[in-house]
């Protein structure tokens, strides 16, 4: 009996010929197509989804949630549910597993499972340190979801209807080096001092789900992180990494565990500060020079998300 289940895999993509081949194999069992939205990739991205049969999509890249929306709206999915999965995540033989024995029978007014995103790095998982589980809406009924339009954190929402969890675990395991790593997050800080920013200047007008502390786990995260957003400058990443290496279990990780909390919870939220007190000493406060300053240094136009 065939265990494949009337679910779509959905998988953005960018030179990802390292990961890609790992995650069509843990989704081709179970789902009945595959849909590869790609950024134009130079490398054997391509070549890996058309041998593995998968309907492959090519966009160019703005920002994560316009390249899922453009997806869903311009790929051939027929299947009743859709999950999204990065091309350096796959699925565990549990979450397989739970879909397989579960998937059929969710009832008709649920439209989204939320599933455990398990996060590797250096090799192992990171479980202490308030890394898991980290619970996300990846898999909805065709046509009921979009991605929210933001610089960060975008999230995917549900138009309308119930969630439901399932066990099992989204693995997150990207397999580049620590350069690689401090580049992106280099990148993702510009892009999160904007977020930040645009929250204190509307700089979007954009129509951002609002956290709740008595809500999913999810929704919980986001209040927290709005808590901390309003606490001083270069006070917070501190005051971040103290509570996630010592009061959430970090250092219990060991050696990858201090680095990872040095890096990821000090590091990074400090280089995030630090480019708000930068935009701040250079255009002031002042919300068109703020808007200017973005696009002179860093070419990104903040009226727009992008």
């Known amino acids: 009996m065939s265990s494949k289940q009337s679910l779509t895999a959905f998988i953005l993509t960018y030179n990802e010929e390292q990961h890609l081949q790992r995650c069509i194999?843990?989704?081709k069992n179970i789902c009945e197509s595959i849909v590869i939205i790609d950024s134009f990739s130079t490398d054997s991205t391509q070549k890996i989804a058309e041998q593995n049969n998968c309907d492959f999509y090519q966009h160019k890249?703005?920002?994560h949630a316009d390249q899922i929306n453009w997806g869903l709206k311009n790929a051939s999915i027929t299947s009743k549910w859709v999950i999204r999965v990065d091309a350096d995540e796959y699925l565990s033989e549990n979450?397989?597993?739970s879909l397989i024995n579960n998937l059929a029978k969710i009832p008709e007014d649920v439209n989204g499972i939320r599933v455990k995103r398990l996060i590797y790095f250096m090799g192992?998982?990171?479980k202490k340190g308030g890394m898991y589980p980290i619970w996300h809406l990846k898999i909805w009924r065709t046509g009921t979801a979009t991605c929210e339009q933001r610089w960060m954190d975008e999230r995917m929402k549900l138009a309308e209807g119930k969630t439901v969890e399932v066990e099992g675990d989204l693995i997150d395991n990207n397999l580049n080096n620590i350069t690689w790593w401090t580049q992106k997050h280099n990148s993702y800080a510009t892009r999160e001092a904007i977020d930040i920013l645009d929250k204190i200047y509307n700089f979007t007008n954009a129509n951002?789900?609002?956290g709740k502390f008595f809500g999913t786990s999810e929704e919980r995260r986001r209040w927290l992180k709005q808590r901390y957003l309003k606490l001083p400058l270069f006070v917070r990443p501190i005051l971040f990494w103290f509570v996630r290496y010592f009061l959430q279990g970090g250092i219990l990780e060991g050696k990858r565990g201090f680095i990872w909390n040095a890096l990821q919870c000090g590091w990074y939220r400090f280089l995030v500060d630090v480019k708000i007190y930068e935009a701040y000493k250079?255009?002031?406060?002042?919300k068109s020079n703020l808007i200017q300053y973005f696009?002179?240094?860093y070419g990104y136009d903040v009226t727009k998300i992008g």
């Open 208 to 210: 951002v789900v609002a």
């Open 282 to 286: 250079i255009a002031g406060k002042n």
């Open 95 to 97: 979450l397989q597993n």
């Open 124 to 126: 192992k998982p990171l």
């Open 61 to 63: 890249f703005i920002n």
């Open 25 to 27: 194999d843990s989704v």
């Open 295 to 297: 696009k002179e240094e």
